[in-house]
């Protein structure tokens, strides 16, 4: 995520830091490169400007120039200045008041309104809400199918619809009988165009006169940048929409988007979706966006992300393990299983801080299908061979190689990080320096 603008940045930010004093020229010659990398990034250009203008005021102040560390004070002024662009901090969903609660999702065809709207209703379930989703797109029959697969999927109920009806009168009778549903929170799905057109805006502006939801969300694909922008002012102007979700961040290598939306309409981003998994939809902290661009990580993200997929008692169970030297084969090859939940790899090393920054880490790619290999491999020993991986002879590893249908050197391989895994996972548990439960569940 953002992996050409971090690069960037940090490039400009590490010739700061190597001076021990910094002049307004230097400082102008620094922001040139990160107006530049910006605009690269398809950040708005007057986002860019107003950006710029107010990293400058405070870069040439009194506290850059006697700071001990000048080049840091300014990464901290861009990071803070940052923030404060996407917003300065997180904005919840505004689910006060009577029930039952209507999220109204808008957004063109292909944006991943529908996918967004399960992966929204399984969030409120797990707030202790009972979302009700409500298929209004009449012109898509798919649409509605498969909303019913994925209320299925993730046990939440569909609003069942008739056919002549209306997108406003469907909301209006899903909001009518929410009640008998059992339902507080209602997640109408709406019909997408390929364009924004005035057929499309003047029927949703009616569902909004008639349902007077209680959200308007827009739901974006941050990969298209500065078109994203462009749409979430259109669609703010007609229908003064409560807040963004950017669906496809995980594919979003620039930020365009996520660094203009808030300046552009004033709305902050409530949500962002980082995979096709029903789960990956999280929370928009901007601080967390910023310190991740330039580097820094993520760590709370990815510590939230954990303690939302893992098991507590396996992590207590582990944690027992590691303390008494006992971790095996059978416990890496659960913490793998626990690892693909919280997303890809490559996420989740842009979430550790120094981690993109690493040269050896430049262009890394993880294998996910490396996962799926391991996996193989250990399935094909024998349990006592999972206990005890110290047996595992030369003959061994042929008979485990043909039974994964991997070669030697793969089973060789994954004993060995198997070892050192092994090795540092004790240090740190010697140390007290890792927070098992914390990262573990």
């Known amino acids: 995520m953002f992996d050409s603008l971090s690069e960037k940045l940090n490039r400009v930010f590490k010739k700061l830091k190597g001076r021990g004093r910094l002049t307004e020229a230097n400082i102008q010659d620094a922001l040139k490169e990160v107006r530049l990398a910006l605009l690269e990034a398809d950040v708005n250009y007057k986002v860019v400007k107003k950006l710029i203008e107010d990293i400058r005021g405070r870069a040439v102040g009194q506290d850059v120039r006697e700071s001990l560390t000048p080049g840091q004070q300014i990464v901290k002024?861009?990071?803070?200045?940052?923030?404060?662009?996407?917003?300065?901090?997180?904005?919840?969903?505004?689910?006060?008041?009577?029930?039952?609660?209507?999220?109204?999702?808008?957004?063109?065809?292909?944006?991943?309104?529908?996918?967004?709207?399960?992966?929204?209703?399984?969030?409120?379930?797990?707030?202790?809400?009972?979302?009700?989703?409500?298929?209004?797109?009449?012109?898509?029959?798919?649409?509605?199918?498969?909303?019913?697969?994925?209320?299925?999927?993730?046990?939440?109920?569909?609003?069942?619809?008739?056919?002549?009806?209306?997108?406003?009168?469907?909301?209006?009778?899903?909001?009518?009988?929410?009640?008998?549903?059992?339902?507080?929170?209602?997640?109408?799905?709406?019909?997408?165009?390929?364009?924004?057109?005035?057929?499309?805006?003047?029927?949703?502006?009616?569902?909004?006169?008639?349902?007077?939801?209680?959200?308007?969300?827009?739901?974006?694909?941050?990969?298209?940048?500065?078109?994203?922008?462009?749409?979430?002012?259109?669609?703010?102007?007609?229908?003064?929409?409560?807040?963004?979700?950017?669906?496809?961040?995980?594919?979003?290598?620039?930020?365009?988007a996520a660094l203009s939306i808030k300046a552009v309409t004033g709305k902050p981003i409530k949500f962002v979706g980082v995979g096709e998994k029903i789960s990956a939809l999280e929370p928009f902290h901007p601080d967390r966006m910023a310190s991740q661009i330039l580097g820094m990580g993520d760590v709370l993200s990815l510590i939230e992300r954990a303690e939302a997929q893992f098991d507590e008692k396996e992590a207590r169970k582990l944690e027992k393990k590691l303390k008494k030297n006992e971790f095996d084969l059978e416990d890496f090859r659960s913490q793998l299983k626990q690892m693909k939940k919280l997303g890809s790899l490559e996420d989740i090393l842009g979430m550790l801080p120094g981690m993109g920054k690493l040269k050896q880490l430049k262009n890394l790619k993880p294998d996910e299908k490396e996962l799926v290999k391991v996996e193989a491999i250990i399935n094909s020993m024998t349990h006592d061979e999972r206990r005890r991986f110290k047996i595992i002879n030369g003959s061994r590893r042929r008979r485990i190689a043909t039974g994964s249908g991997t070669k030697v050197q793969d089973v060789n391989r994954l004993l060995k990080n198997f070892v050192q895994t092994k090795k540092m996972m004790e240090q740190f548990t010697k140390k007290g320096g890792l927070n098992m439960p914390s990262l573990f569940g």
């Open 77 to 256: 002024i861009v990071n803070e200045e940052l923030a404060s662009l996407m917003g300065e901090s997180r904005t919840g969903l505004e689910l006060v008041g009577e029930t039952p609660h209507s999220l109204m999702l808008v957004g063109l065809q292909g944006s991943g309104k529908t996918t967004t709207a399960a992966k929204l209703a399984a969030h409120l379930r797990k707030q202790g809400r009972h979302p009700l989703m409500v298929p209004a797109d009449v012109y898509r029959p798919a649409a509605v199918e498969q909303l019913k697969k994925l209320g299925l999927q993730i046990d939440v109920p569909v609003y069942p619809t008739e056919k002549g009806q209306t997108p406003d009168e469907i909301c209006l009778d899903a909001m009518a009988g929410a009640g008998a549903q059992g339902a507080d929170v209602l997640i109408l799905d709406t019909a997408g165009r390929l364009h924004v057109d005035e057929a499309l805006m003047n029927e949703l502006v009616v569902i909004k006169e008639k349902i007077n939801p209680t959200e308007i969300l827009l739901v974006a694909d941050a990969m298209t940048g500065q078109d994203a922008v462009n749409v979430a002012e259109h669609f703010n102007d007609t229908l003064d929409i409560t807040g963004v979700i950017l669906s496809k961040m995980e594919g979003d290598a620039r930020g365009g």
